[in-house]
């Protein structure tokens, strides 16, 4: 799974009327400024072309302030001198809270709360305040899973809100709302055929249209709008396969099937193309599942008469079905917890002698590989419902992310993976121009986004990687917090805004 959010930039129209027309209208605010309003900011992009960022920073290094905040994963939303934030807050996590903050010196300036309408499940990974704010001139909309949707003037003032029901999923919700000419757009997918599509109008909160998305299961990915050709199409990723809809009426247009049935990051665009990404079920970024590690690490880990078995009598609390050893043990997505050992041991167990060897362990494993693949898939505009193969210019089914989203920039397309793991592709051809780790591992939720010329990547384990754009991997700084990081950061204005799970950083020179 993962969860993340935004930053953003300062340009002006005469200079960059092209790149401001592909981010979109919704994110300008006085004198043409170009601000990092909603999720990876600029229609969900992650990019900030002209940002100065120090490759050098916090928490005792090119700090401009530091406020605590309160729990949650959502991002920060900038417009003008105001950030915005979502957090919960009380032991049971029942107060669902948005805060305005002065940008220039981390003062808070109002905080309001709503309370939980319903109850929510989450994933360990996630909590009730894991969907990032949007904000315009006016208005600063919050979307709480087990509340609704809340907009906000820019003094704190409720305008309006539309309580929602909670779409049923086993992990929590993690969509966040984004904003096209005068309506919110909102996806909320969840299983048991509720899942539905809501554009509503932004002023007034009134419903505009509703589009059921009866055949997609749960989905944690942000919808984006990918301008092309003078066209205009609403692109929402989900369960299986990437959707296009009419802007106006919410329309179907288009379709690209072949994605595994858990979808998370944000589709992306560049050279002419739309790029969507989804790792196979338990987070597996290539295509082959090396059978051989997970084996090696389970008899490591449980065979205590090692006979290079598993004795039902060594699967024992705390054995898990391990999937990913390249992450530490207390990692969640390491292996999947088994509360029933006697059900694994027959998912395993195919002679019935209540022992796992090491060929019934290859073979299960090869059965779960082909269950569901990982795909990068790479679309032409100008498809008329079923995009494929016609409009499909390439795909790949390596190095692919399970949580951050991909990043398009100067014709390379990058992808995180935990472990640190960075490949960099040439966007038109998806030709391979390096795959390497950079020295920061462990878990990556955050997205990885660009600041002028550099990339920016921030492990759960608190290390932000900084980056420097070329052809081949250059780290110019590993910046240590000390504190685990969930957001994707923002940028205004040559300043990072970073959240990590106690506070909010101003950084910058």
């Known amino acids: 799974m993962r969860w993340e959010c935004s930053s953003g930039s300062t340009i002006r129209i005469g200079l960059c009327a092209g790149l401001m027309l ?240 858990e979808t998370v990051g944000v589709p992306v665009a560049g050279d002419g193309l739309l790029f969507a990404s989804a790792a196979a079920l338990g987070g597996r970024g290539d295509d082959k599942l090396d059978a051989a590690a997970t084996w090696k690490t389970t008899v490591d880990e449980f065979d205590r008469n090692q006979d290079n078995q598993i004795q039902r009598d060594e699967m024992t609390e705390g054995f898990a079905f391990i999937q990913r050893p390249e992450l530490p043990k207390d990692n969640p997505g390491y292996g999947l917890p088994v509360k029933d050992m006697d059900i694994l041991l027959r998912i395993f167990d195919h002679d019935r002698n209540r022992v796992i060897s090491e060929t019934e362990w290859m073979q299960t494993m090869a059965g779960f590989e082909a269950h569901s693949r990982p795909v990068l898939l790479a679309v032409r505009p100008g498809a008329i419902r079923n995009a494929r193969p016609a409009h499909v210019a390439w795909e790949i089914r390596r190095g692919i992310p399970e949580t951050p989203s991909p990043l398009y920039y100067r014709g390379r397309l990058y992808l995180l993976r935990d472990g640190g793991l960075l490949t960099c592709l040439d966007a038109a051809t998806g030709k391979e121009r390096f795959r390497e780790r950079i020295g920061a591992p462990g878990q990556y939720i955050a997205s990885p986004i660009a600041a002028g010329d550099k990339i920016i990547a921030a492990s759960v384990r608190g290390i932000v990687t900084v980056i420097q754009i070329e052809d081949e991997l250059h780290v110019l700084a590993r910046n240590r917090f000390g504190e685990k990081i969930f957001a994707t950061p923002a940028v205004a204005e040559d300043r990072l805004y970073l959240r990590t799970v106690r506070h909010l950083y101003a950084l910058g020179q």
Request: proline share 6%.
């Open 22 to 261: 592909a981010w979109g209208l919704t994110a300008h605010g006085r004198e043409g400024k170009v601000w990092w309003n909603q999720f990876r900011g600029p229609n969900g992009q992650g990019v900030a072309p002209t940002a100065r960022i120090p490759a050098d920073f916090g928490p005792g290094t090119n700090v401009l302030w530091r406020t605590a905040a309160p729990a949650g994963h959502a991002s920060p939303v900038i417009w003008d001198e105001r950030l915005f934030l979502t957090a919960f807050e009380s032991d049971d996590a029942d107060e669902l809270v948005t805060l305005a903050i002065d940008r220039d010196s981390g003062a808070i300036l109002w905080r309001r709360a709503v309370t939980s309408a319903t109850e929510g499940r989450f994933h360990t990974l996630n909590n009730p305040a894991s969907s990032t704010p949007a904000a315009d001139e006016k208005h600063v909309y919050a979307y709480f899973g087990t509340h609704g949707l809340l907009c906000y003037d820019h003094a704190g003032q409720v305008i309006w809100q539309r309580k929602l029901e909670v779409p049923r999923s086993k992990y929590g919700m993690a969509t966040s709302p984004i904003l096209h000419e005068d309506r919110v757009i909102l996806a909320l997918d969840g299983d048991g055929g509720t899942s539905r599509l809501l554009a509503i109008q932004r002023d007034r909160g009134q419903m505009v249209w509703e589009q059921p998305r009866s055949l997609f299961k749960a989905g944690w990915s942000t919808p984006m709008i990918w301008r092309h050709g003078g066209a205009e199409e609403l692109v929402v990723f989900g369960s299986k396969r990437l959707t296009a809809y009419d802007t106006t009426s919410g329309d179907e247009l288009w379709w690209a099937g072949g994605f595994p049935p």
